[in-house]
């Protein structure tokens, strides 16, 4: 029944070797098997009903490129997963209840038409996920380096996006449409936000720097480090923080009172007596 359903393969030899210890390895093999799966796409194709909706109770699993999943209903979780490699995939009037988590996919996109999603994790490197429609997406967790697109859109779109720790120093994250908040925790982030495209909140809990022609409401900077050249109507760094904004250089003092100074072209090079404290 355990071989049946998948949960266990046996070794090469056609054994389960019953009398042996288990691993850690395999047991984090058996309980990931065991999970539901109600569904597992992995063929190029359309599946879904033309009308109306089908429910699916469980756990979905798109696995190849080229799947467009089209008015369904899924109680569990979706899994974009890695043999979907570089290719594309979409999602039309798809709700998911759970979360969905995005492994594979390619600068050629994953397309969300008109879905409804509570929370996405991205953790394949490049991928560009498109909104359009009356998309929403509650929360973005980033934990690599990924395009995020907003494109004819009537829905809330990607509200709130979280970079996570784990995304590599430098791995590029563009953000384009509008963004209610964005979160960021990556060290060395490097963040763009292009022509036209906007955030509500930026928070900088560690080192990043944001570029683009784009705007930012309200900087909220936590750490030091931070570099950010779009541009932005109010900027607030903690206490001893400072941040380079455009030209200039703002600095919080122990009690959160700022000071503004121009960034010195040419750098550093020592120089002649006078406080370096800016007044």
Request: hydrophobic share 35%.
């Given at each position: ?55 699916i ?19 569990g979780?979706?899994?974009?997963a ?14 998911v ?22 929370s ?8 560009r ?15 690599s ?41 990556a ?31 309200t ?12 541009t ?22 122990e ?25």
């Open positions: 029944a355990v071989a049946a359903k998948g949960y266990m393969k046996g070794y090469p030899d056609q054994t389960f070797q019953a009398a042996k210890s288990i691993t850690r390895a395999e047991a984090v093999v058996t309980l990931d098997n065991s999970v539901m799966i109600a569904a597992t796409y992995d063929e190029a194709g359309t599946y879904g009903h033309e009308t109306g909706t089908a429910t109770e469980g756990n979905v699993v798109i696995s190849a490129p080229g799947v467009i999943l089209q008015n369904t209903l899924i109680t979780n979706l899994l974009l890695e043999g979907i490699g570089n290719g594309d995939a979409t999602l039309k009037n798809v709700t209840k759970g979360n969905t988590t995005v492994r594979g996919g390619g600068a050629h996109s994953v397309y969300l038409e008109d879905c409804t999603l509570p996405i994790t991205i953790s394949h490197e490049g991928v996920v498109v909104a359009s429609g009356s998309t929403t997406v509650n929360v973005v967790t980033l934990e380096g990924a395009t995020l697109v907003e494109m004819t859109i009537t829905g809330e779109g990607f509200e709130t996006v979280v970079i996570s720790q784990v995304v590599p120093a430098n791995a590029p994250i563009i953000l384009t449409g509008n963004f209610t908040a964005v979160e960021v925790n060290a060395n982030a490097n963040i763009q936000i292009p022509s036209g495209s906007q955030v509500g909140t930026l928070t900088l809990n560690a080192a990043a720097t944001v570029t683009g022609q784009g705007t930012i409401g900087a909220v900077v936590n750490a030091n480090g931070c570099t950010i050249t779009a932005t109507t109010n900027v607030t760094p903690a206490p001893n923080v400072s941040v380079t904004v455009g030209n200039n250089v703002i600095t919080a003092d009690t959160g009172k700022t000071t503004t100074t121009p960034v010195t072209p040419g750098g550093g090079g020592g120089g002649g007596g006078g406080s370096s404290t800016p007044t």
